[in-house]
């Protein structure tokens, strides 16, 4: 058993990263294991989690496991946790809770959890001590090892707990199975070094660790090959990219070689503005296929706040970051995260988010009331708010952005933008969805035949979230 240690997940130690390229293997005995038998992985939280997920599923699949239709039909459930804000985290419990029933039911089933939560001390003790019917818990280090974890669980009947914290590796062979056959998550980077003091994402996925470029590159040309239409380049802070490989090799850098791979688009997730050079700016203005597309993490306009949130940025610093962009890329679409209620903070300093929203005049946010999350500094800081005035800014706030949000929307009304479609709307099963090139999602009347090309489209109707359009004569790429 190997459990989770918050102590060990705070230490940055200047080991040099170890690339391995062997350490996931299934071997010949184990690759039957889960003959005859089904999965299910339900997934909590942000994309990182999502491509995690895609490799577990891949994993599964190599041990002959096939995927179940629901949960309640599988012989084997994983949860793969966020860690990120209480609400996430309370509902895994609840679902652990709920999957008590299925294993009295049906004792042979096997329950496991993994992800971000998995990698928290306080939840795995908790685990430990009263949710005994968990039958498997394992890191976000840990994901290569999976066939040997199954193949203790499976066929020793042992409870196995592995969860490393202290990690510095990059492992580059695990198989993946992707959810979408033209649209593509690639890690760039794992783990963050930031330490925003309200964050347990440094803790739960471990130091910054840059995949080398042409491990990268390589993905992207098989992707390429096998007729993706768009990938994501995924980590905590893709603009720190290179930082702990090679500085000489910047995200600029990669952004630029990625895009004359001839790939129809490109966007990268998630950028923080203190490390978002100006050769950054350059490049996506210079390439048509990196999508005008940004999201830049606000999470505060007040520079007190930010400094107790460890941003390493001001309210000014920011804006002229968000006008630089604009100029560069007159069409980029520009979303962002904003917490309220941290600890300490004022109507004043609410109110000057408040200004930077009125300046930047987001096309989207994400908005969250502040979570205290165990081990992190912003935990243990005097709170003085009430959960009733948190509840007032966030929807003070969340009014505002709605407002941006329909004005941004509206420009498009009669405009015609190119889509990727991607599946059959959620809404209405006689229309189509996908996004813009500024990641705005789209429903258009159009015949099946017309998924995975991108198509252009006139919009006819603007909504808050959403656009409706007809597919105009020209298809500008199948
Ligand atoms: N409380 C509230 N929101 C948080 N986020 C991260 N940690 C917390 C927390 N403890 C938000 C930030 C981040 C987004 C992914 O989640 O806005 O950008
Ligand atoms: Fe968390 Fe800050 Fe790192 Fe983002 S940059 S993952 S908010 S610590």
């Not at 096998?226 to 850098?253: C, F, H, R, S």
């Not at 990669?254 to 503005?273: G, N, Y």
């Not at 203005?285 to 990196?290: D, E, S």
């Not at 300046?359 to 999350?373: E, L, M």
Request: proline content about 4%; hydrophobic content about 35%.
């Amino acid at each position: 058993m190997q459990l989770p240690n918050l102590k060990e997940a705070k230490i940055r130690n200047k080991t040099k990263v170890r690339i391995l390229t062997d350490l996931y293997r299934v071997p010949e005995e184990l690759s039957k294991i889960g003959f005859g038998k089904t999965y299910f992985v339900k997934t909590y939280g942000c994309q990182m989690n999502e491509h995690d997920t895609e490799n577990i599923k891949a994993i599964l699949e190599e041990l002959s496991y096939l995927p179940a239709n629901d949960m309640e039909n599988a012989d084997l459930i994983l949860l793969n946790t966020c860690a990120i804000r209480e609400n996430a985290h309370n509902k895994v419990f609840g679902m652990i809770g709920r999957m008590k029933h299925l294993k009295e039911q049906r004792p042979n089933l096997i329950l496991g959890i993994c992800g971000c939560m998995a990698q928290e001390q306080s939840v795995v003790e908790e685990i430990l001590q009263k949710y005994k019917h968990l039958d498997l818990v394992f890191g976000t280090h840990n994901i290569y090892n999976l066939p040997f974890l199954l193949e203790k669980v499976v066929q020793k009947k042992e409870r196995q707990i592995e969860v490393e914290s202290k990690e510095g590796d990059v492992i580059e062979n695990i198989p993946v199975k992707r959810d979408s056959k033209y649209k593509a998550w690639i890690n760039i980077m794992y783990g963050c070094d930031k330490f925003c003091t309200y964050c347990i994402v440094p803790y739960t996925r471990g130091k910054q660790r840059s995949r080398r470029k042409e491990d990268i590159l390589k993905e992207i040309s098989v992707l390429i090959k096998e007729g993706y239409k768009e990938i994501t380049l995924l980590g905590q802070n893709v603009n720190a990219y290179g930082k702990d490989l090679d500085p000489d090799y910047t995200m600029a850098d990669l952004l630029e070689e990625v895009a004359q791979m001839k790939i129809e688009r490109i966007r990268f997730v998630t950028s923080h503005p203190w490390d978002f050079t100006d050769e950054m700016i350059a490049v996506i203005a210079k390439y048509p296929n990196i999508m005008p597309y940004i999201h830049l993490p606000l999470q505060s306009g007040s520079d007190r706040i930010l400094k107790r949130m460890g941003r390493r940025y001001t309210k000014e610093e920011y804006i002229t970051l968000y006008q630089k962009i604009k100029a560069a890329i007159p069409n980029c679409a520009i979303t962002t995260d904003i917490i309220v209620g941290f600890p300490g903070e004022t109507e004043e300093d609410f109110r000057e988010t408040l200004d930077v929203v009125d300046v930047c005049k987001y096309d989207g946010a994400y908005t969250f009331i502040f979570s205290p999350r165990e081990g992190t500094p912003a935990a243990s800081m005097e709170d003085f708010i009430s959960m009733d005035e948190k509840n007032q800014r966030l929807y003070r706030l969340n009014e505002k952005i709605n407002t941006y949000s329909h004005e941004a929307n509206e420009k498009y009304l009669d405009q015609v933008v190119p889509v990727l479609l991607e599946q059959i709307s959620e809404k209405d099963e006689n229309m189509l969805a996908g996004y813009t090139d500024t990641m705005k999602l789209v429903n258009v009347k159009a015949d099946t035949k017309y998924i995975g090309t991108i198509v252009n489209v006139r919009i006819k109707k603007v909504k808050t979230w959403s656009l409706d359009g007809e597919l105009e004569e020209v298809v500008v790429n199948c």
